[in-house]
């Protein structure tokens, strides 16, 4: 039984489908990437296992129970956290006032939890009674991380973290996920930058025109000529 298995899966906007029979699986303290192009539904396939859309059909399968009906609520209550593509900060709260809403649904973080997510995020020591939305950019998207790990997540969501960041916080985001990943964290990542993707994940897949085109390690995706040209510029 995998972790994470989605089966089957079609979403439809109006008329137009916008995945058609996705299938794909994650296993427990695996870092699995799910790349392609913009607009290809990535983050439709994140938002989906999210239950922020319905499945028109296949199923979806968590630690052998189906979540493809459940309400978004619940789906994070089966410690399931979504960092969405865009940060999507709360901007008119301080930095712990964002690390605390990401705990909502464990209740408050204690002053020892506090301290452990500042240890991994020391740039939000700094600025923890600072409004989110004078951060940078960077300082932003490291926020929503530790947002989306706040309430201690069997299964971490997380849609283009490198959008828009200097080379070096990519970087320090890169090495903080392998760190989740050897903390026992199981995470689901989608991204357009295939060189960070296959840095740190164990497998992947690449999706074109909603579906999902081919698959493999990341040795495997990284030799083949496809993902060279398409992603990787060689």
Same mark, same amino acid.
């Given at each position: 039984? =995998?972790? !994470?298995?989605?089966?089957?899966? +079609? /979403?439809? *906007?109006?008329?137009?489908?916008? %995945?058609?029979? &996705?299938?794909?699986?994650?296993?427990?303290?695996?870092?699995?990437?799910?790349?392609?192009?913009?607009?290809?539904?990535?983050?439709?396939?994140?938002?989906?296992?999210?239950?922020?859309?319905?499945?028109?059909?296949?199923?979806?399968?968590?630690?052998?129970?189906?979540?493809?009906?459940?309400?978004?609520?619940?789906?994070?209550?089966?410690?399931?956290?979504?960092?969405?593509?865009?940060?999507?900060?709360?901007?008119?709260?301080?930095?712990? =006032?964002? !690390?605390?809403?990401?705990?909502? +649904? /464990?209740? *408050?973080?204690?002053?020892?939890? %506090?301290?452990? &997510?500042?240890?991994?995020?020391?740039?939000?020591?700094?600025?923890?009674?600072?409004?989110?939305?004078?951060?940078?950019?960077?300082?932003?998207?490291?926020?929503?991380?530790?947002?989306?790990?706040?309430?201690?997540?069997?299964?971490?969501?997380?849609?283009?973290?490198?959008?828009?960041?200097?080379?070096?916080?990519?970087?320090?985001?890169?090495?903080?996920?392998?760190?989740?990943?050897?903390?026992?964290?199981?995470?689901?990542?989608?991204?357009?930058?295939?060189?960070?993707?296959?840095?740190?994940?164990? *497998?992947?897949?690449?999706?074109?025109?909603?579906? &999902?085109?081919?698959?493999?390690?990341?040795?495997?995706?990284?030799?083949?000529?496809?993902?060279?040209?398409?992603?990787?510029?060689?």
């Amino acid at each position: 039984m =995998e972790f !994470l298995e989605v089966q089957g899966i +079609s /979403v439809k *906007r109006g008329s137009a489908s916008v %995945l058609r029979d &996705v299938s794909f699986a994650v296993g427990q303290r695996e870092i699995v990437t799910i790349l392609g192009s913009n607009g290809v539904g990535k983050s439709t396939a994140l938002r989906t296992i999210s239950g922020l859309h319905r499945p028109s059909s296949g199923t979806i399968t968590h630690e052998g129970v189906e979540i493809s009906l459940l309400t978004p609520r619940d789906i994070v209550r089966r410690g399931i956290s979504h960092v969405p593509e865009g940060r999507l900060v709360f901007p008119g709260l301080t930095v712990l =006032e964002n !690390l605390q809403m990401g705990a909502f +649904s /464990v209740g *408050r973080l204690e002053r020892g939890e %506090l301290e452990a &997510v500042f240890d991994r995020f020391p740039v939000l020591r700094e600025f923890k009674g600072k409004n989110a939305g004078a951060l940078s950019g960077g300082q932003q998207q490291m926020l929503a991380l530790a947002r989306g790990i706040a309430a201690k997540p069997r299964l971490l969501l997380l849609d283009e973290p490198s959008l828009g960041l200097a080379p070096v916080i990519i970087l320090q985001i890169a090495e903080i996920l392998r760190e989740l990943r050897d903390d026992g964290m199981t995470i689901l990542l989608v991204e357009q930058n295939a060189g960070l993707a296959l840095s740190v994940a164990d *497998r992947g897949y690449v999706m074109v025109e909603g579906a &999902v085109a081919f698959s493999g390690s990341t040795d495997e995706l990284r030799a083949d000529d496809r993902v060279q040209r398409a992603y990787l510029g060689l």
